[in-house]
């Protein structure tokens, strides 16, 4: 059974940093292109950022070229987002896709999901 749970989501001030985690099971996620998405309350899921297989980048949103950082560690079968300078607009809940084809910018190009880990930036 294939299952990615993202945590590291929380309360944090504005000006703050989290690290996101998702932690796969049943895949080893190296084989996979895996990308981070969020949803705002009453807007449409965004994709963030990606990273390919073989390790390269695709960073989709104006937020994230600065301020996001996608990685990867093998040896935990597990990818991170950090995220810097964290401003109000960043709340959201956080989810990320899994997929054996390289990074789109499309939800429906991953046939694995977490649950989400829910992100709140307040003073």
């Known amino acids: 059974q294939v299952e990615l749970v993202e945590s590291g989501g929380d309360l944090v001030q504005p000006g703050g940093s989290l690290r996101l985690s998702c932690a796969a099971s049943g895949i080893t996620l190296d084989f996979y292109a895996v990308a981070w998405f969020r949803q705002a309350p009453g807007k449409e899921r965004e994709g963030l950022t990606c990273m390919n297989q073989d390790y390269s980048i695709e960073n989709w949103a104006d937020a994230v070229k600065s301020r996001f950082t996608i990685s990867r560690d093998p040896a935990k079968n597990t990818v991170y987002l950090e995220i810097n300078d964290l401003q109000v607009e960043d709340t959201a809940i956080y989810y990320c896709?899994?997929?054996?084809?390289?990074?789109?910018?499309?939800?429906?190009?991953?046939?694995?999901w977490g649950q989400g880990t829910q992100v709140t930036v307040s003073s």
């Open positions: 896709g899994a997929d054996l084809n390289v990074c789109f910018n499309r939800d429906d190009a991953y046939i694995y």
